[in-house]
């Protein structure tokens, strides 16, 4: 079977700008994050080719879930949700020393989840 997943936009960020995912994605190479960064990409890869199968993926309650695994520089997370069986739209990434999801990445996340109930273009 196979799995589409999306980017993401907020429902209030500036018409042209780019998918969260991608910035937070280029701001740990910009921090020399590489363990963390190559984490995020394998855990993506991973969903995308084993759908809510993936190895790395934990339910945080409601319709949010993250992919997680540890790498050198801390932990490694993907924040998403799933849009059908077969698509999900990837929020956040972040890498963590801390156990806890960042409040403000689940908050970012939770408001495009909305957003997209309400009808309004959050996928790109």
Excluded at 51 to 67: A, F, S, V
């Amino acid at each position: 079977m196979s799995y589409k997943t999306y980017n993401t936009i907020h429902p209030n960020d500036p018409p042209g700008i780019r998918p969260q995912i991608l910035t937070d994605l280029l701001e740990l190479a910009k921090l020399s994050k590489h363990s963390c960064l190559k984490k995020a990409i394998e855990m993506i890869s991973d969903l995308q080719a084993n759908g809510m199968n993936c190895r790395y993926k934990k339910h945080l309650g409601g319709p949010i879930y993250e992919l997680k695994s540890r790498a050198e520089e801390g932990g490694a997370r993907v924040y998403f949700f799933q849009i059908s069986h077969t698509e999900f739209a990837l929020c956040r990434a972040e890498c963590k020393t801390e156990d806890a999801a960042s409040a403000a990445f689940l908050n970012w996340t939770a408001e495009v989840i909305q957003a997209a109930r309400n009808g309004i273009q959050v996928l790109v």
